[in-house]
């Protein structure tokens, strides 16, 4: 209903600067995750991933409106 109200299409410019971010970071994560771990740098990346994850959901959490 607020895009019905404020007659703009949701999600607006603004709001695709932090979502495709977050995506390519989750991407990146996954990627990491998927193919280039190994018993040898199990630690690295897999430590890498939990702070690409960690990142990324900060960009896909809701902005706060008011202040």
């Known amino acids: 209903m ?4 404020k ?3 949701q999600p607006s ?3 695709l600067l932090y979502i495709i971010p977050g995506l390519v970071l989750a991407i990146i994560g996954i990627v990491l995750f998927a193919f280039v771990e190994t018993d040898e740098n199990y630690w ?4 890498l991933w939990h702070i ?3 990142i990324s959901i900060l960009f896909f959490l809701p902005q706060r409106i008011g202040k």
């Open 2 to 5: 607020v895009s019905i109200k």
């Open 7 to 9: 007659r703009r299409v």
């Open 13 to 15: 410019c603004k709001n």
């Open 44 to 47: 690295y990346i897999h430590s």
């Open 52 to 54: 690409l994850m960690a």
